[in-house]
Each structure stands twice: as structure tokens, then as C-alpha cells.
């Protein structure tokens, strides 16, 4: 990996600890004040106050314990890089304790700022968990 490349890694790694300590604080640093989180099910969250409620709404519903397995991350222009993931691990449901296997895949947009950090311009993910049987 080149130094963006690595830099684009951090981010997912420090992405990944925030979504498992249920942290928006440490979510929204990682977001561009523009970011766009795409969650399946969901209207998009556009802009900073926005995604902070996707991300609240979030952790009040469930806890993940979940790792993230970088697959690429490709640099596409001089600030513009995006970052394909596959994530596993458990999600816990507040509202009755019940736990279960968690899995999906990601695409991540990143922008790198005038300040030389990259941060998540867009985040979209599927479930890769078969559906339930009926």
C-alpha cells in the first residue's frame, strides 16, 4: 500500500472501533462535513447533523462487534479514494437481547481535505448474510 492508500486503512480501522464501542463522537471526525451514509432500508443521511442522527439511531437500536477486512482501497485522483470492505461479526438487539450473526460488504468514498486527511465523503453496505427462511 502507498501512503494515501495506508492513510484510507487508518480511517476503516478507526471506523471499525467507533461502530464497536457504539461511539458517534468518534464516528463523525471520519465523515467530510458533506458525508453521505447509505444505509440498506434507509433514506440517505446527507450532512454532518444528519448522519450524527443515523449514527445515534443506530447505536440506541443495536451493538456491533464486528472486523473489517480491507479487499482494496484504490486511489482514483489526487484527493478521491474509494475503499471496498467485507465486515463480520455479531450484532446485539437492545430491545431484546437477541444476537446474531452480522455480515456485509462495503463501499467507502473518501476525500482527502486541505488538511491532508482522508475522511468519508459516502458509505453504502448490503448484507451478505443469507435471508431468513420462511
Not at 23 to 51: H, K, N
Not at 112 to 134: E, L, M
Request: aromatic letters at 10%; glycine letters at 4%.
Amino acid at each position: 500500500m502507498n501512503a494515501n492508500e495506508k492513510a484510507v486503512a487508518d480511517v476503516l480501522a478507526k471506523y471499525q472501533d467507533a461502530l464497536n464501542a457504539s461511539d458517534t463522537d468518534a464516528v463523525m471526525p471520519l465523515y467530510t462535513e458533506d458525508g453521505v451514509f447509505m444505509p440498506p432500508y434507509s433514506q440517505s443521511a446527507i450532512r454532518a447533523a444528519a448522519v450524527r442522527q443515523a449514527y445515534d439511531a443506530v447505536f440506541r437500536a443495536i451493538k456491533l462487534s464486528v472486523k473489517f477486512n480491507v479487499a482494496e482501497v484504490v486511489e482514483i485522483a489526487p484527493n478521491w479514494a474509494f475503499a471496498r470492505t467485507n465486515s463480520a461479526g455479531t450484532v446485539t438487539v437492545h430491545a431484546t437481547g437477541a444476537k446474531r450473526a452480522e455480515a456485509n460488504q462495503e463501499l467507502f468514498i473518501f476525500r482527502k481535505g486541505s488538511d491532508g486527511k482522508w475522511k468519508i465523503a459516502r458509505y453504502s453496505f448490503s448484507s451478505t448474510n443469507p435471508p431468513p427462511q420462511q
